[in-house]
C-alpha cells in the first residue's frame, strides 16, 4: 500500500493505482485484525477533500472515480461518503517520491472554494448511485446530515419512489424506515442544538416513516426493546 500511496503523486499512475486499490479493497474485511494499514484507507488520503495526496487537481480525482462508477459500484459510493468533508476529522501525509519525478508532485493548498467543489462532485457521482438504485438510500440516509440542501432534496425525492414501489424488496424499505427514525431521532435530542435539518425536511421525513412502517406488528415494535432504542421524538436533555 505505501508504494501505491508513493505513486499516486504521478498523475500519470492516480488511475491505476486507483483500479488496484479499489480491487483490493474488495478482500479487505477478510483481514479483520487490520483496522489502519487498508486500502479503504489509502483511497481516502489520496482522494481527501482537504489535503489530497496527490498532484492531480479536484476535476481530475472527480473524473477518475466517476471512471470506477460502474466497474466498483459499492466501493466507489462508500469512497464517496467518506470523502465528504465533516466538521471534525483528520489526516496524515502520505509518503513521497525521494528518487524520481520529485519535480512533479504538487501539493495543493486549497481554498474552501475548491474544497467544496469536489465535495459537489462528489454529491453529483452520490446522486448518480441513489437514482439508479434504491439499495444505496439506507447508507445515504445515514449520512444525510452531512449534505447539501440540494442533494438531500434528491435524497427525499428517491425515498417518495421507494415508498409507492410494490415492487421493492420489503426488507429494503425497513431498512429505510428504521434511518428515518434514527436521523429524526437524532435532530430532536439535543435541545438547544441548531438542527441540521430543516423543518420541512423532518416533516416530510416522519410522513415517509408512517407509509413504510412495517405491516407486521412484530417489526413493526421490535425496535422498542433493543439498546437505547431512538424514539422518533427523540430521548436526550
Do not use: C
Not at 472515480?65 to 465528504?84: C, G, M, V
Amino acid at each position: 500500500l505505501w508504494a501505491l500511496e508513493v505513486l499516486a503523486w504521478n498523475k500519470n499512475y492516480l488511475n491505476p493505482v486507483t483500479n488496484a486499490l479499489l480491487a483490493l479493497s474488495k478482500y479487505e474485511k477478510q483481514i479483520a485484525t487490520n483496522l489502519v494499514n487498508r486500502p479503504t484507507n489509502s483511497l481516502r488520503a489520496i482522494y481527501l477533500s482537504w489535503l489530497p495526496q496527490t498532484s492531480v487537481n479536484g476535476d481530475g480525482r472527480a473524473q477518475v472515480l466517476k471512471s470506477y462508477a460502474q466497474k466498483y459500484p459499492d466501493e466507489i459510493f462508500s469512497l464517496a461518503i467518506d470523502l465528504i468533508p465533516r466538521s471534525h476529522e483528520s489526516a496524515s501525509h502520505n509518503a513521497k517520491p525521494k528518487i524520481r519525478w520529485q519535480a512533479q508532485v504538487v501539493e495543493h493548498k486549497l481554498t474552501w472554494g475548491q474544497i467544496f467543489a469536489f465535495r459537489d462532485k462528489l454529491e453529483e457521482l452520490l446522486e448518480t448511485f441513489v437514482i439508479k438504485d434504491f439499495k444505496f438510500l439506507p447508507p445515504a440516509l445515514e449520512e444525510m446530515t452531512l449534505f447539501t440542501e440540494k442533494f438531500r432534496a434528491t435524497i427525499l425525492d428517491r425515498v417518495s419512489f421507494l415508498v409507492t414501489d410494490k415492487d421493492v424488496d420489503p426488507s429494503l424499505k425497513e431498512d429505510v424506515w428504521n434511518k428515518i427514525r434514527d436521523i429524526v431521532s437524532e435532530q430532536f435530542s439535543f435541545k438547544g442544538r441548531r438542527l441540521i435539518l430543516e423543518f420541512p425536511e423532518l416533516d416530510e421525513l416522519i410522513t415517509y416513516y408512517e407509509e413504510l412502517a412495517p405491516t407486521d406488528v412484530v417489526k413493526r415494535f421490535s425496535w422498542l426493546f433493543g439498546d437505547r432504542p431512538n424514539l422518533l421524538e427523540g430521548e436526550r436533555d
